[in-house]
């Protein structure tokens, strides 16, 4: 059939083909909204593909995106969609609305024990149980609580609220943060006097909110990352914090650079970290110095990658330099900032992942073989490692403790046990639990949590952390939930998630796949799993799913797949390569329109991630490859299971067009009739309201999905 449709101004061809008879579905029989198809031929590199969804893609001028700004037809195709979704996930509400329920009900109330700050004040949120938002306070060293503020009132009036860098000033008498109040990930600064009670916005807009901001040594000055119209952070400001004109500090001109700004651990300096995914470049403003341009710590050397911090009289600079993929760590002199020795060598496939100093001992969080320890060193040389015995575990450092603690705080936990806090004294080595988040009604040893290896076509090891009931015997086939990233050289930790409990309680299995493209076995695994090797990440997905079939954990045909954002990527590919692997597949903001994303010069990300993508603009080999693996690209005639993609309407990193045009792709090619349904959120960004009772929400639905899914499979 050929018609001829009128689109933003433009007459355009609009083709389509008669689908095939499509066998009874177990779903509400609903007509999807049909998405014009056009001829729209893109030439690159001298290749020509056909982007036939390439009109959903709309950026404004000025502002940010709302329904009422897009073009008419590009409006109401996406008012369709809203309706759909809605139509098809209707009657999973009452199983959506029981999850929902048991959630709450397990909900504890949490009090996080924060460590205390140099001069003795105890920071501290609480999420009372009930409530969706956080309770800031302080507790002075004479044990009088001060309530700071309730972000319940800072969300009033606000269809999207999310929070970020809450932090205190070294004299204790500011306290900052970023928040969100639009959806776009472009935040405001907030500032409290702690002594007068009154908040004060010092940024109105476009500041950059994740590790974006800082108090200088002094307590004098702000510290912030300015965003530009692209949403690249790309310039460091100085304001007072009483008030007062902002000054530049320094400018980005680089869009291939990213900029973070924190304080060393002894607030001896303000560091401005410039680097990407293959480079950096730290500046140090000394204090004492707070208003005079930063020095650069190395000139930026593509390959090179370095941070820094300091412990006692030298600074720290962990580095891949010379070969050390997996990190060492160097002592420099703090004036001259030559190297004076060598104080962790490289060790191949031990990673460091982060240094946090203390006066009396330096932290080494680290991984060996997929699993986290904690290495102390003193200054006398000697080291003691500090390990736990679970099958799967996560480790977190606490941020903001005192340079003078005694001990430091770390946050344990398992998929099978909430967060736990431990001081591990660094006289004795004593650890001290200083709080435990309980959850009502729940039991850690009614679930087993195991560390399967599932094999690769090359020979691989991939690990997966698996969660079960323990009344479930191991050799008993149950539905499963199958989860992963693989991207950027992030490890997919074994936290816990009362969600993920709640699906287990239902019946299922619930898998962590730590494929490659993470960082769980080191540098190596990540560079196996990027650019011209990105396709491991999704066979590794589709062998630890075959294993767990394989070994009896998961019933056949009842496996549905779940990633977010490159997660996404993960898990559609994955589905492209082998659609009948799959029972469901959910997808949140998927990163989908790889070669198109990868092609757009001016999107906020891009020039950053080409390391780990590849260029397509200028690479044709870089091009040939992630057009062969793309989501959006590599979508065939094969009956493609459920499909439940997510998308926010603000989101400047994935945007709403990605999933919108793969979900379009899928209907338009998929010879069953299952439904591909994209639920679009017109007021998030990439990630939701930082709502508790939101969460919870989205997890229902998506575990209602899963079980109609493996139920009708």
């Given at each position: 059939?050929?018609?001829?449709?009128?689109?933003?101004?433009?007459?355009?061809?609009?083709t389509s083909t008669a689908s095939p008879a499509l066998p009874e579905s177990p779903w509400p029989d609903l007509p999807p909204p049909l998405a014009p198809r056009e001829q729209r031929e893109i030439l690159q590199l001298g290749r020509s593909r056909?982007?036939?969804?390439?009109?959903?893609?709309?950026?404004?001028?000025?502002?940010?995106?709302?329904?009422?700004?897009?073009?008419?037809?590009?409006?109401?195709?996406?008012?369709?969609?809203?309706?759909?979704?809605?139509?098809?996930?209707?009657?999973?509400?009452?199983?959506?609305?029981?999850?929902?329920?048991?959630?709450?009900?397990?909900?504890?109330?949490?009090?996080?024990?924060?460590?205390?700050?140099?001069?003795?004040?105890?920071?501290?949120?609480?999420?009372?149980?009930?409530?969706?938002?956080?309770?800031?306070?302080?507790?002075?060293?004479?044990?009088?609580?001060?309530?700071?503020?309730?972000?319940?009132?800072?969300?009033?009036?606000?269809?999207?609220?999310?929070?970020?860098?809450?932090?205190?000033?070294?004299?204790?008498?500011?306290?900052?943060?970023?928040?969100?109040?639009?959806?776009?990930?472009?935040?405001?600064?907030?500032?409290?006097?702690?002594?007068?009670?009154?908040?004060?916005?010092?940024?109105?807009?476009?500041?950059?909110?994740?590790?974006?901001?800082?108090?200088?040594?002094?307590?004098?000055?702000?510290?912030?990352?300015?965003?530009?119209?692209?949403?690249?952070?790309?310039?460091?400001?100085?304001?007072?914090?009483?008030?007062?004109?902002?000054?530049?500090?320094?400018?980005?001109?680089?869009?291939?650079?990213?900029?973070?700004?924190?304080?060393?651990?002894?607030?001896?300096?303000?560091?401005?970290?410039?680097?990407?995914?293959?480079?950096?470049?730290?500046?140090?403003?000394?204090?004492?110095?707070?208003?005079?341009?930063?020095?650069?710590?190395r000139p930026r050397q593509r390959g090179i990658r370095y941070e820094v911090n300091e412990w006692g009289d030298a600074l720290l600079m962990l580095t891949d330099a010379d070969g050390a993929i997996d990190r060492k760590l160097l002592c420099l002199?703090?004036?001259?900032?030559?190297?004076?020795?060598?104080?962790?060598?490289?060790?191949?496939?031990?990673?460091?992942?982060?240094?946090?100093?203390?006066?009396?001992?330096?932290?080494?969080?680290?991984?060996?073989?997929?699993?986290?320890?904690?290495?102390?060193t003193y200054p006398d040389g000697k080291e003691t490692t500090v390990g736990f015995d679970e099958p799967a575990y996560c480790l977190e450092l606490t941020p903001a403790q005192s340079y003078a603690a005694r001990q430091v705080r770390i946050v344990?936990?398992?998929?099978?046990?909430?967060?736990?806090?431990?001081?591990?004294?660094?006289?004795?080595?004593?650890?001290?639990?200083?709080?435990?988040?309980?959850?009502?009604?729940?039991?850690?040893?009614?679930?087993?949590?195991?560390?399967?290896?599932?094999?690769?076509?090359?020979?691989?090891?991939?690990?997966?952390?698996?969660?079960?009931?323990?009344?479930?015997?191991?050799?008993?086939?149950?539905?499963?939930?199958?989860?992963?990233?693989?991207?950027?050289?992030?490890?997919?930790?074994?936290?816990?998630?009362?969600?993920?409990?709640?699906?287990?309680?239902?019946?299922?299995?619930?898998?962590?796949?730590?494929?490659?493209?993470?960082?769980?076995?080191?540098?190596?695994?990540?560079?196996?799993?990027?650019?011209?090797?990105?396709?491991?990440?999704?066979?590794?997905?589709?062998?630890?799913?075959?294993?767990?079939?394989?070994?009896?954990?998961?019933?056949?045909?009842?496996?549905?797949?779940?990633?977010?954002?490159?997660?996404?990527?993960?898990?559609?590919?994955?589905?492209?390569?082998?659609?009948?692997?799959?029972?469901?597949?959910?997808?949140?903001?998927?990163?989908?329109?790889?070669?198109?994303?990868?092609?757009?010069?001016?999107?906020?990300?891009?020039?950053?991630?080409?390391?780990?993508?590849?260029?397509?603009?200028?690479?044709?080999?870089?091009?040939?490859?992630?057009?062969?693996?793309?989501?959006?690209?590599?979508?065939?005639?094969?009956?493609?299971?459920?499909?439940?993609?997510?998308?926010?309407?603000?989101?400047?990193?994935?945007?709403?067009?990605?999933?919108?045009?793969?979900?379009?792709?899928?209907?338009?090619?998929?010879?069953?009739?299952?439904?591909?349904?994209?639920?679009?959120?017109?007021?998030?960004?990439?990630?939701?309201?930082?709502?508790?009772?939101?969460?919870?929400?989205?997890?229902?639905?998506?575990?209602?999905?899963?079980?109609?899914?493996?139920?009708?499979?």
């Amino acid at each position: 059939m050929i018609a001829v449709s009128f689109f933003d101004g433009f007459f355009i061809l609009v083709t389509s083909t008669a689908s095939p008879a499509l066998p009874e579905s177990p779903w509400p029989d609903l007509p999807p909204p049909l998405a014009p198809r056009e001829q729209r031929e893109i030439l690159q590199l001298g290749r020509s593909r056909i982007d036939a969804y390439a009109w959903m893609k709309f950026i404004p001028q000025s502002g940010s995106r709302s329904l009422d700004l897009l073009p008419s037809p590009l409006r109401e195709h996406l008012k369709a969609e809203m309706d759909y979704a809605q139509g098809i996930l209707r009657p999973l509400e009452p199983e959506a609305e029981r999850f929902h329920r048991r959630m709450v009900e397990r909900a504890p109330e949490i009090n996080e024990p924060l460590p205390a700050s140099s001069t003795g004040w105890r920071y501290d949120f609480k999420l009372p149980a009930g409530c969706s938002h956080r309770i800031f306070c302080r507790m002075g060293p004479d044990g009088e609580e001060q309530l700071l503020f309730d972000e319940a009132d800072r969300a009033s009036g606000h269809a999207y609220y999310r929070a970020t860098g809450h932090q205190h000033s070294p004299d204790d008498r500011w306290f900052v943060w970023a928040e969100d109040v639009v959806g776009a990930d472009r935040h405001r600064i907030c500032v409290l006097d702690m002594v007068s009670g009154i908040i004060r916005t010092v940024v109105e807009a476009d500041a950059f909110g994740y590790g974006g901001f800082t108090f200088s040594p002094s307590s004098r000055h702000l510290f912030w990352i300015w965003r530009d119209a692209h949403s690249r952070p790309t310039r460091l400001y100085r304001s007072p914090v009483e008030g007062g004109e902002a000054v530049l500090v320094h400018e980005e001109h680089d869009p291939a650079i990213f900029m973070q700004v924190a304080r060393t651990a002894a607030d001896s300096f303000v560091a401005l970290t410039l680097g990407g995914p293959d480079v950096s470049e730290v500046r140090l403003i000394a204090a004492g110095a707070e208003t005079e341009p930063p020095r650069i710590l190395r000139p930026r050397q593509r390959g090179i990658r370095y941070e820094v911090n300091e412990w006692g009289d030298a600074l720290l600079m962990l580095t891949d330099a010379d070969g050390a993929i997996d990190r060492k760590l160097l002592c420099l002199d703090p004036v001259s900032f030559a190297v004076r020795r060598e104080l962790v060598p490289h060790r191949p496939g031990v990673p460091i992942i982060a240094v946090l100093p203390f006066a009396d001992a330096l932290v080494r969080l680290e991984r060996v073989e997929g699993l986290q320890r904690l290495v102390l060193t003193y200054p006398d040389g000697k080291e003691t490692t500090v390990g736990f015995d679970e099958p799967a575990y996560c480790l977190e450092l606490t941020p903001a403790q005192s340079y003078a603690a005694r001990q430091v705080r770390i946050v344990h936990q398992t998929p099978a046990s909430p967060p736990r806090w431990i001081d591990v004294d660094f006289a004795s080595g004593a650890r001290c639990v200083v709080g435990q988040e309980r959850l009502k009604g729940f039991d850690p040893a009614a679930y087993r949590v195991e560390r399967l290896h599932a094999r690769a076509a090359d020979g691989e090891c991939i690990h997966i952390t698996v969660l079960s009931r323990r009344d479930a015997a191991a050799e008993t086939p149950l539905p499963l939930l199958l989860t992963g990233y693989g991207a950027y050289g992030i490890a997919s930790e074994a936290r816990f998630s009362l969600p993920a409990t709640v699906l287990v309680d239902a019946g299922f299995r619930y898998a962590i796949a730590h494929v490659r493209g993470g960082s769980e076995k080191g540098a190596r695994w990540y560079r196996d799993g990027c650019r011209m090797n990105k396709r491991n990440s999704m066979t590794d997905f589709i062998a630890c799913a075959q294993h767990l079939q394989g070994i009896g954990h998961a019933a056949p045909g009842k496996i549905v797949a779940h990633g977010v954002s490159a997660g996404g990527l993960l898990v559609c590919g994955a589905m492209n390569i082998d659609p009948q692997s799959w029972a469901g597949v959910i997808a949140q903001v998927p990163f989908v329109d790889m070669l198109n994303t990868m092609s757009d010069a001016d999107h906020p990300l891009v020039p950053l991630l080409r390391p780990d993508w590849g260029d397509p603009l200028a690479d044709p080999e870089a091009y040939d490859y992630i057009a062969s693996i793309s989501p959006y690209e590599n979508v065939k005639r094969a009956a493609y299971p459920p499909l439940l993609c997510t998308a926010g309407l603000k989101d400047d990193r994935v945007p709403y067009w990605e999933p919108a045009k793969l979900v379009a792709n899928i209907r338009h090619l998929s010879t069953g009739g299952n439904p591909a349904v994209l639920q679009l959120d017109p007021d998030s960004g990439h990630q939701q309201s930082d709502d508790l009772d939101r969460e919870f929400a989205q997890a229902a639905l998506f575990w209602a999905f899963a079980q109609h899914c493996v139920a009708v499979a």
